[in-house]
C-alpha cells in the first residue's frame, strides 16, 4: 500500500531535504507527488531542460525507501511560455486574456501549448523513465479549468460539431434552431454560447462536451507518450471528486487508475456525505478502487483559513476513503509552504517543520494501513444498491434548472444521505451500465434521458430490478431537446403513471404530503410538484393541498419481476427519504449488515473470500455500535462483543470473514 505526502522540494533548501526523506521514512511514507507545478524549473527556457535538482531529489528519498509519481508539470506555463505565445493564455468572456502570474490558465486548443505541453512531458519521460524509484505519473493538475473563448477554441468547436452532426441541417434539428431563428448557414457562423441564460440549450450542452473532450485530448497527448516512453510507469489524474465540468468518465479512460483530492474538514463536525459520494463516484468512473492524491493535513484557505482537523480527524478522514475503496493515501502537503498563494494551505507540518501532532497522527494512520494492506488486497466496496451518475443531467440543469432549486448534487444527496443513514453503500455507474448486479438502482434527477437508456431501465425493473426515479427525469432528450411525449415518456409502463402537468412552487409556500397505509413518510413538498395520475401504481403519499388531492406524490408501481418507484416532489424532511430508503429496501430484498448510529458511517469491502467491514464515527462524542459478535477488530486485535465503542472520531475494521 502507497501512504506519502505530496512534496514540494523545490520550496525548500537543497540542506533539508535529507531531514524531510528521513522524517517521512519514520513515519512510514512510502511515496511522494513531485513536481507538478515545477515546469520552469524543468525547463528554464523554451528547449533547455534542467532535470539535476529533481534527479538528487529523487535520489535523497530513494534512499529513504520513497517511491515518487511525478507530475506533467502543464497546469502551470512559465513566463517566458506567456512572453513568447500570449496565444496559450485563454481568453475571457469578456475578450480579455488571463494574466500571467496564476495557474490554470492556458487555452487548451493553442497549437503552441499542445506543443509545448508534449515537449516537456517527452523530456521528462525520457529523463526519468528508469529512475529507480519513479513509480508513476500525474497528468497536469485537477483538470477543469479555464473556459477560453478564443477563435482557436471557436473554431475547434465548430469542426467538433461537424464531424459530430455531419450536416448544417442536422445540427438544426438537434439544436431546434427553428426557435428565435437561429439557424446557420455556414459551419464558421456557429458561436460560443457565452451566456448560458439566453443561448440555445443544445449549444449549450454541447459546448460544455466540447470543453470536456478539449481536456481530454490534452491529457490524452501526454498519456500517449508517457505510456511510449515509460511502460513501466502508471499513469494517473488528480480529479476533484463532484466537480462536473467535465465528462469525469471520459478523463478516466485514458488512465490507469483514477485517484482524486478531498478536503472535507470545515465548518463543525457532520458525517461527510460529500466526501463518501465523492468517492463512490470517483471509483465508479473505472468500476476500480482509485487513490487519494490530496488529502487534508491541517487547516486550507488561500486569504483566510479553515478550523484544524482535531485530534482523530485526520485519521478519521483518511479511513473514511479507504472504507469507500481508496488503495493509496497522500496528504496533501508535507510542509506548509512560507511563501506564494498557499501559504496557510497548512501541510502535516508546520511552517517551521517541526514533526508535531498532525505529522504524528498521519504516521499512526500510516502504520495501521500498512498492517491492513496485506487484508485490503483484492477488495473492494461490495453492494447490492447503484446509483446513476449522469454528467450530460448535470449540464443540461445547469443550463435550466426547471424549478430554481433543482441542483442535481442536492437531489442525489436527499437519497445517498438516506442509504448511508440505513448502513448501504451506493455504487455510482454512469447511465447504460448493466445494471444486472444490483437489487435497486436509483437515478435521482435523470433529466437526460436518451430512448435506449430509458428502454434498458424498463427492462432492468421488467426482469425483477427495483428503480427509484424522481421529478424532472427524463424530460430532455441527449440534443437537450424535449421529448415530445407525456411524462415520464418511455418509463411510463415501468412507473404505472402519467405526468400531464406539473409545478414549480415558489418559497413561502408549501404542500402537505401524507402518507398512504403502509407507507411511513409524512412530510412537506417544497420547490416542486409533479400532479401524477397513476396508471396502474400504487399510491404511497398524495398532497394534502386542495388543488393537488387529486394526485399523488409518491408511487410504486409492480412491473414484470420488479417494481418503480417515482418520486414526484422534493419533500423537506430527511424522515421522508429514511421512509422511502427502507421501502424500496424492502422491495428490493436489500439487507445491510447493520443500521449504524446517527454519525457513523459504514461500508463493506470484500474480495479474495475476505468480508471487512468498516465504522467511521465523525461524531465528536464516543459512540456505541450494535455490531456481529465474535469477531476480530484488526486496528485492536480484540474479538467483538455485541457493542463496540468508537472513540470521538473513532474508526474500527471489522472482519466479518
Ligand atoms: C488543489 C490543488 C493543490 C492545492 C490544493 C489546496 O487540490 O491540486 O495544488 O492548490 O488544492 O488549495
Ligand atoms: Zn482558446
Redesign the pocket.
Known amino acids: 500500500m502507497y501512504v506519502g505526502v505530496d512534496y514540494y522540494p523545490e520550496h525548500w533548501e537543497r540542506k533539508r531535504w535529507a531531514t524531510d526523506a528521513k522524517l517521512m521514512k519514520q513515519a512510514g511514507f512510502n511515496v511522494v507527488r513531485l513536481a507538478e507545478f515545477a515546469w520552469v524549473f524543468l525547463e528554464p527556457e523554451e528547449g533547455r531542460f534542467e532535470f539535476e535538482w529533481l534527479d538528487e531529489a529523487l535520489a535523497v528519498l530513494r534512499k529513504n525507501g520513497i517511491s515518487a509519481i511525478l507530475g506533467t508539470p502543464t497546469a502551470v506555463m512559465p513566463a517566458w511560455c506567456a512572453r513568447k505565445y500570449p496565444e496559450t493564455l485563454a481568453l475571457q468572456k469578456d475578450g480579455t486574456r488571463t494574466v500571467w502570474g496564476v495557474r490554470k490558465n492556458n487555452c487548451f486548443s493553442s497549437g503552441a501549448y499542445r506543443l509545448l505541453s508534449e515537449r516537456i512531458t517527452r523530456a521528462m519521460a525520457e529523463h526519468f523513465a528508469d529512475t529507480p524509484n519513479v513509480i508513476g505519473w500525474q497528468t497536469d ?2 483538470f477543469g479549468h479555464p473556459v477560453c473563448y478564443c477563435p482557436s477554441c471557436r473554431e475547434e468547436f465548430q469542426g467538433w460539431l461537424k464531424q459530430k452532426y455531419g450536416t448544417l441541417a442536422e445540427l438544426a434539428r438537434a439544436w431546434g434552431t427553428h426557435f428565435w431563428g437561429h439557424r446557420v448557414g455556414r459551419w464558421d457562423e456557429v458561436t460560443i454560447p457565452v451566456d448560458g441564460g439566453s443561448h440555445n440549450p443544445g449549444a449549450g450542452l454541447d459546448w460544455q462536451r466540447f470543453f470536456s473532450s478539449l481536456n481530454v485530448r490534452f491529457q490524452r497527448d501526454q498519456v500517449r507518450i508517457l505510456r511510449d516512453l515509460c511502460p513501466k510507469h502508471f499513469v494517473t489524474h ?1 480529479f476533484m471528486g463532484l466537480f462536473s465540468d467535465l465528462n469525469y468518465y471520459d478523463l478516466a479512460e485514458d488512465l490507469d487508475f483514477v485517484t482524486w ?1 478531498n ?1 472535507p474538514v470545515w465548518g463543525k463536525p457532520e458525517v461527510r456525505y460529500r466526501s463518501s459520494s465523492a468517492a463512490d463516484v470517483t471509483r465508479g468512473l473505472k468500476r476500480k478502487n482509485f487513490w487519494i492524491m ?1 488529502q487534508t493535513a491541517g487547516p ?1 484557505g ?1 486569504g483566510s483559513f479553515g478550523r484544524n482537523p482535531w485530534p482523530g480527524e485526520i485519521r478519521g478522514v483518511a479511513y473514511q476513503q479507504v472504507a469507500h475503496g481508496a488503495d493509496g493515501m497522500i496528504w ?1 502537503r508535507w510542509r506548509t509552504c512560507t511563501a506564494g498563494r ?1 501559504q496557510y ?1 497548512h501541510g502535516l507540518l508546520q511552517h517551521d517543520g517541526r514533526p508535531l501532532r498532525r505529522y504524528r497522527e498521519a504516521a499512526e494512520t500510516a502504520r495501521e494501513l500498512h498492517k491492513l494492506a496485506p487484508l485490503l488486497e483484492g477488495t473492494t466496496v461490495k453492494t447490492d444498491v447503484a446509483m446513476i451518475y449522469d454528467y450530460d443531467s448535470i449540464w443540461a440543469l445547469r443550463l435550466q434548472p426547471g424549478f430554481g432549486q433543482n441542483d442535481y448534487h442536492n437531489a442525489l444527496h436527499r437519497y445517498y444521505d438516506a442509504l448511508q443513514r440505513a448502513g448501504v453503500s451506493v455504487d455510482m455507474v454512469k447511465p447504460g451500465a448493466d445494471l444486472s448486479a444490483y437489487k435497486a438502482v436509483f437515478a435521482p434527477d435523470l433529466h437526460v434521458l436518451p430512448d435506449p437508456v430509458a428502454r434498458a431501465l424498463s427492462d432492468y425493473v421488467a426482469k425483477g430490478g427495483v428503480l427509484v426515479t424522481d421529478c424532472r427525469t427524463g424530460v430532455k432528450d441527449e440534443t437537450n431537446l424535449c421529448h415530445a411525449r407525456t411524462l415520464p415518456g418511455l418509463l411510463s409502463d415501468a412507473l404505472g403513471i402519467a405526468i400531464e402537468e406539473y409545478e414549480s412552487i415558489p418559497d413561502g409556500l408549501e404542500f402537505g404530503v401524507k402518507a398512504k397505509t403502509g407507507f411511513a413518510g409524512d412530510g412537506t413538498a417544497v420547490h416542486y410538484a409533479d400532479w401524477v395520475t397513476p396508471k396502474g401504481a400504487e399510491v404511497l403519499a398524495g398532497y394534502e393541498h386542495w388543488h393537488l388531492k387529486r394526485f399523488a406524490a409518491f408511487t410504486r408501481n409492480n412491473f414484470g419481476k420488479g417494481a418503480g418507484f417515482y418520486v414526484g416532489a422534493v419533500v423537506k424532511e430527511p424522515a421522508f427519504y429514511d421512509a422511502l430508503v427502507a421501502a424500496v429496501l424492502k422491495t428490493a430484498r436489500v439487507r445491510p449488515v447493520l443500521r449504524p448510529p446517527e454519525g457513523v458511517e459504514t461500508t463493506v469491502r470484500a474480495g479474495r473470500g475476505r468480508r471487512l467491514l468498516f465504522l467511521i464515527n465523525h461524531n465528536e462524542t464516543p459512540t456505541a455500535v450494535s455490531v456481529p459478535a465474535g469477531k476480530r477488530e484488526l486496528l485492536t486485535g480484540k474479538t467483538t462483543g455485541k457493542e463496540l465503542a468508537l472513540d470521538r472520531f473513532g474508526v474500527a475494521v471489522i472482519r466479518l470473514r
Do not use: K, L, R, V
Request: a negative charge; glycine letters at 10%.
Open positions: 493538475n485537477e488528480n483530492d478536503y490530496e486550507g488561500w496533501f498557499e494551505w
